[in-house]
């Protein structure tokens, strides 16, 4: 099986952005999905370039307008709803909600990257490895490599996007229900923005080694009513 | 291949069969295996799958577990125990809606009363 350069990959994935945008609800999926057909098409015999343009006419605008709304459709709060069915559906989300407790529903509980990686710094006091003196360490570093995509934890708002050089680095904040906020910082990129909504296990953005930091990694911080607390006993194994 | 209207009430009989049989699959490999299986009778547009996965997600018949391949991520899905439930049920009505209608289309062949 024929598997695709880095260079290759990133031209099926411009194409997709500039037919689906950056908000498709399926982009992953769809992602993965063009680059198998490409590659399919590749162990048959054909060229990158030959794969390429059978993929634009098998998957043709027309194509990408259905999923759009076939995932509308599918999937209720989004504008197309009438007044009646928001309010139904919100009535049934709010006994949903007095229920079950959201608590324990939407806690951010996976791991904000996909693979295993090694703690290099764990939760709770610690000599700062830069400033040489004992800090509480209010989330965990993750040793992740340089541009490793990085997902939310729970659904969610984007409350914010900023960098911070001595501090930070770029990191994203984001806001849950149940007085959850997950923050991710060192970050190499951000490919979400204040406001936007995001749903469990999305990908925000990648992991860098910005800010005050001495190696690429990823620090990961949840705080419940504003407070810290150790994402480790978070994350379920 | 067949119309849309004919396929539209099967879809999630079809994938949900898949992964009873097939355990854990992921998108593409669905569509290629339903390719397969029917000749090419059957084709599975990304445009009605992926939606409809995400929809039986959200109704708990089936869980994913996401895999990063290089710059790709690869979401596998698997159903839930309710979800085998279900299966088992939609391709029993499904079989018995089929030998409804060859009797209805073929009043020869249907068991005398």
Request: charge should be negative; include cysteine.
């Amino acid at each position: 099986m024929i598997r695709l350069s880095n260079s290759e990959t990133e031209k099926i994935l411009e194409a997709l952005s500039s037919s689906v945008g950056n908000s498709a609800k399926v982009k992953h999926e769809l992602f993965d999905h063009w680059c198998c057909f490409v590659e399919a098409a590749m162990s048959n015999g054909s060229s990158f370039e030959q794969a390429f343009e059978q993929l634009k006419v098998h998957f043709d605008i027309e194509e990408v307008k259905a999923i759009e709304e076939n995932y509308l459709a599918y999937h209720p709060g989004t504008p197309w709803m009438t007044t009646l069915q928001r309010v139904g559906s919100m009535a049934a989300m709010l006994i949903f909600l007095v229920v079950a407790g959201v608590d324990a529903q939407k806690r951010p509980d996976i791991s904000p990257v996909f693979d295993q990686y090694p703690i290099s710094s764990g939760f709770g006091d610690r000599i700062h490895p830069i400033a040489k003196e004992v800090q509480h360490h209010n989330g965990i570093d993750l040793r992740v490599p340089m541009n490793t995509p990085i997902r939310t934890t729970a659904d969610g708002t984007v409350v914010k996007t900023e960098t911070h050089p001595n501090g930070h680095g770029l990191h994203i904040i984001i806001s849950h229900t149940g007085g959850y906020e997950t923050l991710y910082a060192n970050l190499s990129r951000a490919s979400v923005s204040v406001g936007q909504t995001i749903v469990k296990g999305e990908i925000i953005g990648e992991s860098g080694n910005s800010g005050l930091s001495t190696a690429p990694h990823l620090h990961y911080e949840i705080r419940h009513n504003k407070k810290p607390v150790n994402p480790e006993v978070y994350i379920s194994k | 291949m067949y119309s849309k209207e004919l396929l539209k009430g099967t879809l999630r009989t079809i994938v949900l069969k898949l992964l009873a049989e097939h355990g854990t699959m992921y998108g593409y490999e669905i569509t290629q295996k339903t390719k397969e299986l029917t000749g090419g009778k059957i084709v599975l547009t990304e445009g009605a799958l992926y939606p409809l996965l995400h929809k039986l997600e959200a109704e708990g018949y089936l869980v994913t577990n996401t895999q990063s391949i290089g710059k790709r991520i690869r979401k596998y899905y698997e159903l839930t125990p309710e979800g085998d439930e279900k299966a088992i049920s939609l391709s029993n009505e499904f079989a018995d809606f089929v030998q409804t209608v060859i009797y209805l289309l073929n009043p020869s062949l249907a068991p005398k009363t």
